[in-house]
């Protein structure tokens, strides 16, 4: 016999080698049918294995998180059994759950595709109805290595686990894999799932060690639940800025253009310029100064900043000409300092607020680029703001309060604030304790003087100072950062920034970073994604569209509008092709084009015009007068 203590603090007595499966039907049979696995003592057991000492045992249900990542965990392993069936000679790399779902990486001679998928979940549900076992065996590390000897990804795997740990298999008919566990103990207990996609993925991420396929799927305990996922990921996609993107020609990329390296087309082109107008006229009301600084920079300029030493991976590789090595620029603080020091600069000048409209690059590992959210060429909307100490507290929040503004003209919803604090990792952060003391706490105290609520992070401030960051949630559910303030006691140091004091004697100014509205291609991500594509008319790519109904009849009236438009500042395009009318007002619509104008009799004998507002049903007569009117003050107001 052996003592079972259980969750609520009571011991039960059963025969050795009594499994969760038989505890769970010992407790209550709603629990038995809830039972997906169980914690012995720190281990996850399957339902149907022995437990073979003196334990502690909570049993997870269905409800449990835990339970979600067995269940989709062992739905990878019904997945490579039914693929080793189809194309037999499969290999398997990494197949574990993951938070929506589960994946496994496969090595085969045949190209997997979309239509592959139904075959594969056709031949998983087969493997349910045998209702497989799926049994747990252990291993000496020999006999692992026997076992899989013709297998070199699990051999590496095994190769790479401690000595003396214990090595799992397990075995569900014909199938067999190296695996810690944690499964459901029957196939028939899988009954809900889906196949999604097929990706390539580099075995152990590394770009030098070939390329498997990996399909990713997800799988559920009931119907219900895995149908509103799959309506949450079709929701999802329908708002990822990538479609968008494509559908509304705002980006291009493109892999001879480079990886990451995204090309504006003239409706993105639009939308940035009407944004750089807006933010240049925000900063000058603010009272910062615009300035315009190289893309290329020496390598020396960046050694004094520190960017060198903390943030060269970030970087490409160095040019080299005439003896001298060129960097393209990561950051743009390092020629902002310069800028500074081309002055002499008394305590009467600061602060001094230099605004830039950056591009720089950064070498982002190639599996994190996705879309316009994360580039390798980025245009950022940055400043860097050199103040004395007194001036630190009001500055940052300037500054930050000027975040809100933009924010709160673009319409877009934040997820949170977060405060990034350093940890002790010497090689990523400067190393003076004293100025990150002081700088932390300056932050934290701001921040809580001013009721602003926040989360803190520790490990992602950057490498010269922590950062306030704002934190916007994306299509695909990844918590990306829009706007930043950050302060740097760094950076005066190293590139000796000094001021003359009202005692006449030198000071050492302060470094405030701010990333106003993130970078164009992050923002126009945000954007896209937050408007469904149906942009403000103020930001608009195209605002008004003029159809007629007739062009011999009504063309030029049309025109003469159009230009009446332009004349005015509003995007306005005329459709006379040759198409059908029905077929015009679709297309405006598909491009999500603010208004419609359809131009026909009556419109030309009363001088009026009928818009159609996007998303709208209704049409509405307005004279010409008042139509302008109204748009110019849609556009003035931002609405
Ligand atoms: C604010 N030196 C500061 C600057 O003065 C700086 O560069 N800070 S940063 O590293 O945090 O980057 C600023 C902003 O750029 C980020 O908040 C983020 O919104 C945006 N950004 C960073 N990396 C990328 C990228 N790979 N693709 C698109 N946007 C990015
Ligand atoms: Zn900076």
């Not at 052996?2 to 499994?19: A, F, H, Q």
């Not at 800025?241 to 087309?265: S, V």
């Not at 950022?380 to 000027?402: C, P, S």
């Not at 490498?463 to 918590?479: E, L, S």
């Amino acid at each position: 016999m052996i003592e079972i203590r259980l969750n609520d603090g009571s011991v039960k007595n059963y025969d050795k080698g009594i499994t969760i499966e038989h505890i769970a039907k010992d407790l209550s049979s709603s629990l038995a049918k809830k039972s997906i696995a169980g914690w012995v003592n720190d281990e996850l057991y399957d339902l149907n294995r022995p437990i073979l000492s003196n334990s502690r045992v909570t049993i997870v249900t269905k409800d449990d998180a835990k339970a979600f990542e067995v269940l989709n965990h062992s739905t990878a392993h019904l997945m490579a059994q039914a693929v080793k069936r189809l194309y037999p000679d499969a290999q398997f790399g990494v197949g574990p759950a993951i938070k929506e779902g589960f994946y496994y990486d496969i090595a085969t001679a045949h190209k997997i595709g979309e239509e592959d998928l139904a075959l594969i979940e056709k031949e998983m549900r087969k493997i349910i109805q045998e209702q497989t076992p799926m049994s747990r065996q252990v291993l000496t590390r020999q006999e692992a290595l026997e076992r899989f000897e013709n297998d070199p990804f699990k051999t590496e795997l095994i190769q790479e686990l401690p000595e003396d740990e214990p090595i799992s298999i397990y075995t569900q008919g014909e199938f067999v894999d190296l695996c810690r566990g944690g499964h459901v103990g029957n196939t028939k207990h899988i009954k809900f799932f889906k196949l999604l996609s097929i990706a390539g993925a580099y075995w152990r991420g590394d770009s030098d060690r070939g390329m498997l396929q990996r399909i990713y799927g997800t799988s559920w305990f009931t119907k219900e639940a895995l149908e509103n996922h799959l309506k949450v990921l079709e929701e999802r996609k329908a708002r990822d800025h990538r479609k968008l993107g494509k559908e509304l020609r705002i980006f291009e990329l493109n892999r001879d253009a480079g990886q990451g390296l995204a090309m504006w087309l003239p409706n993105g082109y639009t939308v940035r310029k009407v944004l750089e107008d807006y933010v240049y006229k925000l900063e000058r009301k603010a009272g910062y100064k615009h300035i315009s600084t190289p893309i290329l920079g020496t390598k020396r300029l960046y050694e004094i900043s520190g960017h060198w030493s903390h943030y060269r991976e970030n970087m490409f590789p160095v040019m080299h000409r005439d003896g001298e090595d060129f960097v393209l620029r990561p950051m743009s603080c390092p020629h902002h300092a310069l800028v500074y020091q081309s002055e002499l600069r008394s305590y009467r000048d600061l602060p001094i607020r230099y605004a830039e409209i950056v591009t720089q690059h950064r070498y982002e590992a190639s599996g994190a680029l996705t879309g316009l959210e994360r580039v390798r060429a980025m245009t950022l909307t940055d400043a860097h703001l050199f103040v004395r100490e007194d001036q630190i507290k009001e500055e940052v929040l300037a500054a930050y309060n000027l975040i809100l503004t933009a924010i709160q003209d673009l319409g877009l919803e934040i997820d949170y604030v977060e405060l990034a604090l350093r940890d002790h990792d010497k090689g990523k952060f400067h190393d003076n304790d004293a100025l990150w003391d002081l700088a932390e706490s300056m932050l934290k105290s701001l921040l809580e003087e001013e009721n602003i609520e926040y989360i803190e992070m520790v490990g992602e401030a950057a490498f010269y100072g922590p950062k306030i960051d704002i934190q916007v949630r994306t299509a695909m559910d990844h918590v990306i950062t829009m706007s930043t303030v950050q302060l740097d006691f760094l950076l005066p140091e190293n590139f000796d920034l000094n001021y003359i004091g009202n005692d006449g004697e030198k000071h050492r100014p302060v470094v405030i970073h701010r990333g106003l509205i993130s970078t164009w291609e992050r923002l126009m991500s945000i954007l896209l994604e937050q408007y469904k594509g149906a942009f403000p008319t103020w930001l608009a790519p195209v605002q008004i569209k003029i159809i007629p109904v007739n062009t011999e009849a009504h063309g030029t009236y049309a025109k003469a509008l159009n230009d009446q438009f332009i004349d005015l500042d509003i995007r306005s395009e005329l459709d006379l092709r040759e198409e059908k009318l029905g077929y015009k007002i679709r297309e405006a619509q598909t491009q999500k084009i603010p208004y419609q104008l359809v131009i026909g009799d009556e419109e030309l004998n009363n001088n009026s015009v009928t818009y159609r507002a996007y998303g709208k049903k209704e049409q509405v007569t307005l004279s010409l007068e008042a139509f302008f009117d109204f748009i110019q003050a849609q556009i003035r107001t931002k609405k």
